[in-house]
């Protein structure tokens, strides 16, 4: 090799480990272990960029990758085989990941498990500046409970999580409203506990006397399986029965409930908009507060002839759709329905918007 070719050779690799230093140095060290790790784990960790960092030991594999918002990031391997890589910054909140090893998507290890992107798997938390709306405080707190109720009309027994408002236990003689709170596309009935927090929202708002004292149903929206992407074929009618006919009367037979139309709302997020959308059309004499977000949009020539609709709220993430949701909501109003609009600031189609979205209908609801 002659000494020119040496020269440039040399040249290339101060060039590169002089970027790859800067590229390093540009990340911020200030890692903590994530809020949502398993306990003992100190990765995952997240820093104050909302930049992901991971580990796994996995010395027999060829490659892992850090898969995050649909982006898949390269880790790099030491001398005992410990992988170690981070993500680009992420939005705050709530977000599902995995970990790709030889091919396989994985669970990462060190977290907790989260029913989400259709499987058990690997959930993240990026702080906020106002993730003190689900924070646990020191304030009275309600139950969350895991019932089984019949379902003549799927020939099962299906499973709710229903949370009663603090002090339900207490005040035998007094009732409540309730909301039928439905999660999105590849998620269940655990969604909306677990990485939507709504039981310490709703603990947090009432404790602050920012919202009515409701009880909240969260059951599965899924009746049938239905493709991604084909969700416009997906029948509403069979849960419509199970929501309709056989769930809301097993929850007022069962806790102490207000029993009419006045006193009952739903909602949900992504194809949970879908649905309650459908059903609020469908039965109009069921449910008087509705709640869509990021996802369906009412026309008023959808609502106009429900009179007995108390309101429509309607959200969505800043990175996501907020004119749509604004113009159809200005329609409304102009209509003369009682309609509210509410986005998101800095985040897409994930639980954070979900959160904030909860937090803004829960004070509406019941008044």
């Known amino acids: 090799m002659n000494y020119k070719i040496k020269s440039l050779l040399a040249i290339f690799l101060i060039v590169g480990n002089y970027c790859v230093a800067q590229s390093n140095d540009q990340i911020v060290e200030d890692f903590e272990s994530s809020s949502v790790n398993q306990p003992g ?24 990758k850090l898969d995050i ?12 085989g410990m992988w170690t890589g981070e993500s680009a910054p992420q939005d705050v909140g709530f977000h599902y990941y995995q970990l790709n090893i030889d091919g396989a998507s994985v669970p990462d290890p060190g977290t907790l498990l989260y029913f989400g992107a259709c499987r058990w798997g690997s959930g993240i938390e990026i702080p906020s500046d106002d993730q003190n709306i689900f924070a646990v405080k020191d304030v009275p707190h309600g139950h969350v409970h895991e019932i089984l109720f019949p379902s003549e009309s799927t020939k099962t027994c299906r499973t709710a999580f229903v949370y009663t408002p603090p002090g339900y236990e207490n005040q035998t003689s007094k009732s409540y409203p309730v909301l039928y709170l439905q999660h999105g596309y590849c998620e269940n009935e655990t969604s ?44 509403i009618i069979p849960f419509q ?26 909602a949900g997020l992504s194809m949970g908009s879908m649905e309650t959308k459908a059903i609020t059309t469908n039965r109009p004499d069921v449910f008087s507060h509705i709640g869509l977000f990021s996802g369906a949009l009412y026309a008023p020539e959808e609502v106009k002839e429900q009179s007995n609709v108390k309101l429509i709220f309607q959200s969505c993430g800043s990175k996501e759709r907020p004119e749509a949701v604004q113009k159809s909501t200005e329609a409304l109003k102009e209509a003369g329905i009682n309609a509210v609009w509410y986005v998101s600031e800095g985040t897409a189609h994930e639980f954070h918007t979900w959160r904030r979205s909860l937090h803004e209908f829960a004070q509406l609801l019941f008044k």
Do not use: C
């Open 41 to 64: 784990h100190v990765y995952p960790m997240v820093n104050s960029e909302g930049r992901v960092r991971t580990q796994v030991f996995a010395p027999d594999a060829k490659y892992v």
């Open 69 to 80: 918002g649909g982006v898949k990031y390269d880790m790099v391997k030491d001398a005992e």
């Open 192 to 235: 909306w506990p677990a990485q939507g927090k709504a039981n310490l929202i709703m603990d947090n708002l009432i404790a602050e006397g920012k919202a009515k004292p409701f009880i909240i149903v969260m059951t599965y929206g899924m009746t049938n399986d239905i493709e991604f992407g084909k969700l416009r074929e997906f029948d």
């Open 241 to 266: 029965t199970v929501l309709v006919d056989e769930l809301v009367s097993y929850v007022d037979e069962n806790y102490r409930t207000l029993s009419n139309q006045e006193n009952r709302a739903m």
